[in-house]
């Protein structure tokens, strides 16, 4: 218990800052994949682009992406504005069939300070016309249900600020025939968090977290 507490305290602190050690002139992290993109050797059918959810998901299960062709650019710590930034060499570049966005919940937990609902959307919202103006299909997801997040007590009202976002997802993919692939309502508890069968600290998921996530993307990807 003592190792796994350490470890959750050590993910928190880089989530909290991580996006701080990022050197000033990339503040982006744009070359974070540099290499990885330039020695990719075939168009990936997707790209994951996410903050440490879907960092963290290549190294609990890389084989769901090395088996499907899939392509993982999630760096933690970063929010929508990031990720923005990100998307041309990251995603656009790649030419992949798919871009599966997977963000918010930094910008919730104001990981780069404070930052209204619309604007978090817009910047999905451009992400996805990005994607589409370069005839590539954006998935979008719903940001997971959180009931708090540890490196951000004073973020009380976390838990509705997912929901509103997610309505405003959801309504945005229904009127442009775009994928939404809703996590939140598989994977939320009673209290709108998630559960600790799925989790190890109320945020990101653990193997068993994973394992609910990547049944649910895979049949979106299907259709």
Known sequence: MKSESLAILALIALISTGFQAEAQDDWANIGR??????????????????????????????????????????????????????????????????????????????????????????????????????GIRPVICSVLPVKQYRWRPEVTDCADQIIRLNSMLRDYARKNRFRYVDYHSAMKDEENGLPAKWSYDGVHLNIDGYKVAEAIILEALKR
């Open 33 to 134: 994949y540099q290499k990885a993109n330039s020695e990719m050797s075939a168009r990936p059918k997707a790209v994951f682009m996410g903050d440490s959810i879907t960092d963290c998901w290549y190294d609990a299960d890389p084989a769901f992406f090395n088996d499907n062709n899939f392509a993982c650019r999630g760096i933690s710590g970063q929010t929508t504005s990031h990720m923005l930034v990100r998307m041309r060499k990251d995603v656009v570049n790649l030419a992949p069939r798919y871009v599966v966005i997977l963000a918010g919940t930094n910008d919730i937990a104001r990981n780069n300070g404070r930052i209204e609902l619309e604007d978090i959307f817009c910047n999905i919202v451009s992400m996805c016309e990005i994607a589409k103006a370069n």
